[in-house]
């Protein structure tokens, strides 16, 4: 079965600084993988995808990931953090069983939390 | 661009009643999905519309029911609510064939209590 886990509960960066969110996947074939964003109470976010090509995948609000086939790892990533990017974020998978499409299963999330 | 559109926002309900709620998906898109985000959680796949049928199920009892109708909206109806209910239920939206980009599209969700 298809899965994503978020080894990490909360991650504290200081603004400026470089900031990593880990995720490692479990799939069967090629992984279909996704960030989205959660600001408080509200719905998430898209920021990028991984479907094929380059293994650095450069998204919104100038956050990037890197694929890494060999530790089936998928990290969120960039280089100078700001507050405003304190939020839940979620790594997420596309399930390719069924007969839903864009199905994703999400990892259980990681709260950024960016100090001033 | 009209983004994904959920009503209500909040709402609050007594164990045992019946709740419906509703989704308006990003123009131009063709399905919907939903999925429940209990509190601390990632959210999880309740089921997924495309024209008028229901196209997959996640793991959720029969209490959860849906609909869409032709202009592509949909509804989420939960019957009997358990205080396990209480939950954010997020809306998304996505376009099917050549067009489909792979990302879903999410409203701001439903914010639903179960007293």
């Known amino acids: 079965a298809q899965s994503v886990a978020q080894p990490e509960d909360q991650v504290n960066v200081a603004e400026g600084n470089p900031l990593t969110v880990k995720c490692t996947y479990s799939?069967?074939?090629?992984?279909?993988l996704f960030w989205y964003v959660q600001y408080p109470n509200r719905g998430l976010q898209f920021l990028l995808k991984y479907i094929t090509g380059d293994n650095l995948v450069k998204g919104s609000y100038g956050f990037e990931a890197e694929f890494n086939k060999s530790q089936t790892s998928f990290h969120l990533k960039k280089p100078s953090a700001l507050v405003s990017d304190s939020a839940l974020y979620f790594c997420a998978v596309r399930d390719l069983k069924g007969g839903a499409t864009n199905k994703l299963i999400f990892g259980t999330g990681t709260l950024l939390a960016v100090q001033p | 661009d009209a983004g994904v559109t959920q009503s209500p926002t909040h709402l609050i309900k007594t164990r045992g009643q019946q709740v419906t709620l509703r989704c308006s998906p990003k123009s131009g898109h063709d399905t919907v999905s939903w999925y429940q985000q209990a509190l601390g959680q990632g959210p999880q796949f309740i089921f997924q519309y495309y024209e008028e049928e229901e196209r997959q199920r996640g793991n959720f009892p029969d209490r959860f029911s849906g609909h869409q109708f032709p202009n592509y909206s949909s509804e989420l109806n939960v019957n009997a609510l358990l205080l396990g209910d209480s939950a954010l239920y997020l809306c998304?939206?996505?376009?099917?064939?050549?067009?489909?980009?792979?990302?879903?599209?999410f409203g701001e969700g439903s914010r639903l209590t179960v007293l």
């Open positions: 998304a939206s996505s376009r099917q064939g050549a067009a489909n980009t792979g990302e879903l599209f």
């Open positions: 799939v069967s074939g090629n992984p279909y």
